[in-house]
């Protein structure tokens, strides 16, 4: 088989699990919906906008943490697993919206951050006490190297070193993400059983899902061995993730959520565009069910790229593994800005037609734009760190009017809305047939009664350094999607079908009907075709 016309590997589907055929919406909770005017979202601003979800055709929600926490990783720094922080509400507000989701037909999934916790945890308080706590070995303890500096090269994803030196017991301590943030030790068998029990506890809540917070950091070399290449990539460290053990308690995860019915188990894997890597954290089927794949985050947005990826990727799969493609999250800058607006239409089309468990990230089905923050007003630590790799500019809340606080908030918003942002809001987008937000609603529906969208198979046909062509089909039902990538207008002959192809939709001028022979595309122009 050639890479260009690669088919999709895994078996056949034909009725899916929720999963298979959910659309995910991500919502980041500070920054959603506020109900008490504090400029900070929460529970019951979610529950308020629930019906939002099931208005734009999404049926999943992740919905990132709300545990309570110092907020200086906004969550994913958690000081208690089994509680709501008091800013976000409380053990009731998330079992009203638990259930208030399962009413109105949504699935909930929690991420879930079992690599780290916040320094201000009772775990890691108890352990930096002494070198002899009996919670010493539940962080990752170690002798200054020969030099007095850190014990070895690894460094932590926001710049400099992993590891952070403590006076009191004099070792350094290792921290894979922030310095505050101090990694769990997943080869003590008490910190396993722990951090299960923590995820027992929510699933037997009801959730339907966990994320899996940065799922290949969980196991690092026994050995503490250096990285052989002291500049090395995260998707290249093979001492301090990626370890050959890392299947082991990826397996515990999925062993636990097995135990309880349709549940499924996403994980956070970093190995960047690496294909084979991403593929082998679905293991045997025993391991996650969707590791993530950040290819359309990463990737330059062109035509020859995208296909060898989707190719390489649908090749790498282990049958019957069930894709997933994501557009944007709260890590990474807005789609919108990455692309443009006319670009964001199109990723629209390739994301919600590509065979697979889409990720949608809150406001990227407006259009919303990185907003510019002010030194002053930088949130995220990070930003201190490594300026210009602060992530507050993709933070910003979503504006559901024009009124001032956008409907989000009768206060002060945590991180302003902007201006542009502001005009892109729902309520304006609600009533217009060509808004970004329209498409996204069409598509999706589209897309629901569809099978060979939901469920079909895909095969890459042809196209050329400016087209991407795909069929995706279930038995008899076939659909086809040509996207021009370019800046120039382009023609295309679809593939021979007997009784020929009818339009469906196109992103610049929506719902189509009629007879299709060739395909006049605009510059960045996607079409959908029957
Ligand atoms: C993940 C999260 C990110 C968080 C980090 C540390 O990458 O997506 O937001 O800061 O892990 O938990």
Not at 237 to 257: F, G, V
Not at 524 to 530: A, C, F, I, K
Request: proline residues 7%; negative net charge.
């Amino acid at each position: 088989m050639s890479d260009m016309d690669a088919t999709s590997s895994g078996q056949i589907v034909t009725s899916g699990t929720w999963w298979q055929k959910a659309v995910v919406y991500q919502i980041y909770p500070r920054s959603f919906q506020d109900s008490d005017g504090d400029g900070i979202g929460d529970l019951k601003g979610i529950i308020q906008r629930l019906e939002y979800l099931t208005w734009l055709g999404t049926d999943t929600l992740w919905l990132s943490p709300v545990y309570p926490s110092p907020m200086r990783d906004f969550g994913y720094d958690v000081a208690d697993y089994t509680g709501i922080d008091s800013r976000f509400g409380s053990l009731e507000d998330f079992d009203n919206l638990l259930e208030r989701a399962h009413t109105l037909g949504l699935r909930l999934v929690l991420d879930v951050i079992p690599n780290h916790t916040s320094d201000e945890h009772p775990w890691f308080t108890a352990s930096r006490q002494s070198r002899s706590n009996p919670q010493r070995d539940w962080y990752i303890w170690r002798d200054p190297g020969p030099d007095g500096g850190p014990p070895n090269n690894w460094r932590s994803v926001t710049g400099g070193s992993a590891w952070s030196f403590d006076e009191r017991t004099g070792q350094y301590y290792l921290h894979s993400f922030l310095p505050f943030e101090p990694d769990l030790n997943w080869r003590n068998a008490e910190v396993r059983a722990a951090l299960l029990d923590t995820f027992r506890f929510w699933l037997r809540r009801g959730v339907d899902g966990l994320r899996v917070d940065m799922v290949d950091f969980l196991i690092k070399d026994a050995q503490f061995r250096d990285e052989p290449n002291p500049d090395y990539t995260f998707a290249e460290a093979r001492r301090h993730l990626n370890q050959p053990d890392i299947a082991d308690p990826i397996r515990e995860i999925r062993r636990l959520s097995d135990a309880y019915p349709e549940r499924v188990i996403i994980g956070e894997v970093n190995p960047d565009l690496d294909v084979v890597q991403i593929a082998a954290y679905y293991g045997k089927g025993d391991l996650l069910q969707q590791p993530f794949n950040f290819g359309l985050l990463k990737l330059p947005f062109e035509a020859a790229t995208l296909r060898a990826y989707i190719s390489a990727y649908e090749q790498a799969l282990p049958q019957g593994a069930w894709p997933n493609y994501t557009l944007g999250n709260h890590d990474t800058p807005r789609l919108a800005t990455r692309l443009g607006q006319d670009g964001a239409r199109l990723a629209a089309l390739l994301l919600l037609t590509l065979r697979g468990t889409p990720y949608l990230y809150c406001g990227d089905e407006l259009g919303l734009e990185n907003v510019s923050i002010g030194v002053e007003q930088t949130q995220d630590p990070w930003e201190q760190r490594e300026p210009g790799r602060g992530r507050d500019p993709n933070r910003t809340p979503l504006p559901w009017d024009g009124t001032p606080g956008a409907g989000f908030t009768t206060g002060e918003p945590w991180l302003p809305v902007g201006d542009e942002n502001t005009r892109r809001n729902v309520e304006s987008q609600q009533q217009d047939s060509g808004s970004l937000l329209m498409l996204y609603r069409d598509l999706l529906t589209i897309r629901r009664c569809s099978p060979a969208l939901e469920l079909g198979d895909l095969k890459l046909r042809g196209g050329t350094r400016e087209v991407l062509i795909y069929e995706r089909t279930l038995g008899n039902h076939r659909m086809l999607v040509v996207l021009n990538l370019s800046a120039i207008p382009q023609q295309v002959t679809p593939p021979h079908k007997p009784g020929g192809w009818q339009s469906v939709f196109s992103t610049r001028t929506g719902a189509k009907s009629g007879a299709v022979e060739t395909v006049t595309l605009s510059p960045q122009e996607g079409v959908l075709l029957s």
